[in-house]
């Protein structure tokens, strides 16, 4: 009788112990609406913090210590003229994941949407299904829609940060959602007629076979370059060090892709701190071509030649 006492509190407690994917803090700002009773957005806020966490995004099961760390951060300026509930804003992410043998956190995800048109009805509980992205109300699940979006996107990075291809599950699933995303002449960021660089485009260009080697240097410049630095960093230094020309190869096919700037959004900070450590040859090889890749940081990157 105790054995069987005791195997059932065991299965139990590995239950317990299994937790949903991420552990995200959510934070709603919206100071520059006038007229709302602040607390619509303190709701909104637990509302969106419950969503995220307490759902299982995909198959695999994680525990408490290995979920996703991430901060949604949503600005919301204006409210949609003759809509109840309805606001515009931008919503802005964060996420990193764990280098292994160090106390270091790698960046992910470091982006922000500018594309933020939604309906939210307080105390009503978000809802979102893979099968009916458009729900009934476009606004009310474009909400819903673009959380989910960047949810499965922050899964699918951390999975290929740790095997090759590994997110796919999840990328086909953010691409589910641009594909039936709600239709509003309020909603925008979900088609790639609208501009150059949105949710479209960085979808589309994670799962395209034109960028099949973005994911590979994904995977490598993660699994056998981070998380090999405290175990053999001539090697791990070694293999990243050839992934950059693999990405200006990249970058001369496609040109100005959306991908490629998410990507050093996230990582232009972490890349700088690297080259500091390079040696001047090194430097001599790398640089130019990482400016190229990052334009935005190219000032930084030279400041580490003097």
């Not at 998380?227 to 990249?250: E, G, H, W």
Request: a neutral charge.
């Amino acid at each position: 009788m105790k054995k069987i006492i005791f195997c059932c509190c065991l299965l139990f407690s590995c239950h317990f112990l299994m937790a949903q994917e991420l552990n995200c803090k959510v934070i709603v700002l919206g100071d520059q609406i006038q007229g709302t009773d602040p607390k619509v957005f303190k709701t909104m806020e637990q509302s969106i913090t419950e969503f995220i966490n307490t759902r299982h995004w995909g198959q695999s099961e994680f525990l408490q210590k290995e979920r996703i760390e991430c901060v949604f951060t949503i600005i919301l300026t204006k409210t949609i003229e003759g809509i109840e509930g309805g606001y515009t804003g931008k919503i802005s992410m964060q996420a990193s994941r764990p280098v292994y043998g160090t106390t270091y956190t790698s960046s992910l995800v470091n982006y922000v949407d500018n594309d933020f048109a939604i309906k939210y009805t307080q105390y009503q509980a978000i809802e979102f299904n893979d099968n009916r992205i458009v729900g009934s109300d476009a606004l009310s699940s474009n909400l819903s829609a673009i959380i989910a979006f960047y949810c499965y996107v922050i899964i699918g990075l951390d999975f290929d940060s740790f095997s090759l291809k590994g997110g796919t599950e999840y990328f086909d699933r953010a691409m589910n959602i641009s594909n039936n995303a709600p239709e509003n002449s309020a909603i925008s960021g979900w088609k790639g007629t609208e501009k150059q660089k949105n949710r479209f485009w960085l979808i589309d260009q994670i799962e395209n076979n034109r960028f099949v080697n973005m994911r590979d240097v994904f995977y490598k410049y993660h699994r056998l370059g981070l998380d090999m630095m405290t175990t053999d960093a001539d090697l791990a230094r070694s293999t990243m060090n050839k992934l950059f020309p693999i990405l200006q190869q990249v970058n001369i096919e496609n040109p100005s892709s959306m991908w490629m700037q998410f990507f050093f959004n996230a990582k232009s900070e972490e890349i700088q701190n690297y080259l500091a450590k390079c040696s001047p040859t090194e430097k001599q090889t790398l640089i130019p071509i990482i400016s190229q890749l990052d334009v935005t940081n190219a000032g930084k990157y030279a400041e580490l030649m003097k």
